[in-house]
């Protein structure tokens, strides 16, 4: 049942988050690896903690992070780790408690484990496929109810560039950070849906896709295509997540916003 991975990650998760507190606490230094991409120590200390634990765990396992170097043989692993050691770091360094770190172990292009962890909020969102999800070890599930309005999480950039607009006339959009995060809410059942149109990496959504399924919901690129993990193009379309009961209505609102736009 995959027991010994999910505990050694659990475990792993819970000490990167102590220290990307302690480092949010005592201070930190921010670079740039791009225009838009900032760069922390605490997502350096984070990454360093999680390759450390479970590469010495599973030596076998392949490796795919976000702060790593690229290391192609992970194209051969059976298994292998995705990693974000802190997803939204923009709201990190905001001091916005909307990041979280999240993992997942993919084998065969699909994800079987995965955990996704706000440290400022102390949420550990956790999954093992095949056997539900739970949040702080209670079992959790997507909304069973269609509601008349939709509440859906949406991306704080990607509102401010006006690409929720078109949806706001018949779903209450709410702002928040970490994409990672936002599925994980999902899954929990705080929220109907949410979506970006915008390209993702894996490791922002690979363990939050799991636990969205996992709780009962329904998840796909932009294209409604069903994801496939560790690819060497790490780049994905865009990511829709929704409870199974609001599956048609946001595909087809998607659908029908982005044919218009053609």
């Given at each position: ?58 030596p076998d396992y392949g490796w795919l992070s976000e702060e790593s170097a690229e290391d192609l ?24 408690p909307e990041f979280a770190i999240s993992v997942a172990l993919v084998e065969d292009g699909l994800p079987i484990v995965g955990v996704v962890h706000n440290p400022m909020t ?141």
């Open positions: 049942m995959l027991e010994r991975e999910i505990r050694i990650l659990e475990d792993a998760v819970r000490e990167a988050g102590q220290e990307i507190v302690r480092i949010s606490r005592d201070g930190f230094e921010t670079s740039y690896k791009g225009k838009d991409d900032p760069l922390t120590t605490a997502d350096l200390a984070a990454n360093s903690i999680l390759h450390e634990k479970l590469s010495e765990s599973f043989s992970r194209l051969t692993c059976k298994r292998v780790w995705v990693v974000d050691p802190i997803d939204g770091t923009r709201e990190f360094i905001r001091g916005l102390g949420e550990v969102f956790s999954v093992v496929k095949g056997h539900g999800v739970a949040l702080n070890g209670k079992a959790i599930c997507v909304r069973e109810r269609k509601p008349d309005r939709l509440m859906v999480l949406g991306s704080r950039s990607e509102i401010r560039r006006g690409e929720f607009k078109p949806f706001e006339q018949d779903m209450d959009v709410r702002p928040l950070g970490s994409i990672a995060y936002k599925l994980a809410l999902v899954a929990a059942g705080q929220a109907d849906a949410t979506f970006s149109l915008s390209p993702k990496n894996e490791w922002d959504i690979a363990a939050g896709v799991l636990l969205v399924e996992e709780a009962g919901g329904w998840t796909s690129d932009k294209q409604r295509n069903p994801f496939r993990f560790n690819q060497q193009n790490t780049l994905v379309t865009g990511v829709i997540a929704t409870s199974s009961a609001c599956r048609e209505t946001v595909t087809g609102r998607i659908e029908s916003h982005l044919q218009s736009s053609h």
